[in-house]
């Protein structure tokens, strides 16, 4: 029972680059997430998705794009990285959004340099 | 902004003392989460609270709740070393709940 995995787990891009964030949870959740944190810092919320087929964006979304495959996946898009899109990248889920408590993967370390 | 946030910023003991770490947060909600954060790792979800309760346990951990005061905190009793991480509160932010945020943590070290 895997609960949340994240791939990749490291990753190093350059300044313009785009690359995807893969998210899939094992758990049968509806409610999925992905927040961003800074060093020393709580985590802000880019987007989320309360069921399969909806998302909706959170306190960060500029720069960002996602998608709900289905109902184990939620991927997150850096379209054109920046360096400030440099962080630690959290994927969440939960069985009704807000409601319950959240399991996170493991993060996924951006660098953009 | 932030919805919860955390006080004090660093917490520093010995172990089998208590630690006790505040939350404060600005509008209404329906419930208020903690979570625990080791170096380097995901989050881990440790107690959840609503709105409509005042008090609440598990095992070493204790999470009151103010809503009159729209604050939290969380009591850790006789701590361990295992213990030292960051802890964060969550809210869901109410009827705003695409705004539901984390507070930057308590930054709780239990020395040996």
């Known amino acids: 029972n895997a609960g949340v995995t994240q791939t990749p787990k490291f990753q190093v891009l350059k300044t313009g680059q785009s690359m995807t964030l893969q998210c899939a949870q094992d758990?049968?959740?509806?409610?999925m997430y992905w927040y961003r944190q800074d060093p020393g810092m709580g985590l802000r919320l880019i987007y989320y998705?309360?069921?399969?087929?909806?998302?909706d964006k959170g306190e960060v979304p500029n720069g960002y794009n996602v998608s709900r495959l289905n109902k184990r996946e939620f991927s997150l898009r850096l379209e054109s990285a920046a360096p400030s899109q440099t962080s630690v990248y959290f994927c969440?889920?939960?069985?009704?959004?807000?409601?319950?408590?959240?399991?996170f993967g493991q993060g996924t370390r951006l660098t953009v340099v | 902004s932030q919805q919860g946030e955390e006080d004090p910023q660093a917490l520093s003991i010995q172990e089998g003392e208590n630690a006790t770490m505040n939350c404060s947060y600005k509008?209404?909600?329906?419930?208020l989460q903690w979570y625990r954060q080791n170096s380097g790792r995901g989050l881990v979800h440790l107690i959840l609270?609503?709105?409509?309760?005042r008090e609440k346990h598990s095992g070493r951990l204790r999470v009151t709740l103010d809503t009159s005061k729209k604050s939290s905190s969380l009591l850790i009793t006789a701590s361990r070393a295992a213990d030292t991480a960051s802890y964060f509160c969550?809210?869901?932010?109410?009827?705003?709940?695409?705004?539901?945020?984390f507070g930057d943590g308590t930054t709780l070290t239990v020395k040996p």
């Open positions: 998705s309360a069921s399969e087929g909806t998302t």
């Open positions: 509008t209404s909600i329906n419930n």
């Open positions: 758990m049968n959740h509806n409610s």
């Open positions: 969440a889920s939960s069985d009704r959004v807000w409601y319950t408590e959240a399991f």
């Open positions: 969550a809210t869901d932010g109410g009827t705003n709940a695409g705004k539901s945020t």
């Open positions: 609270i609503r709105s409509n309760e």
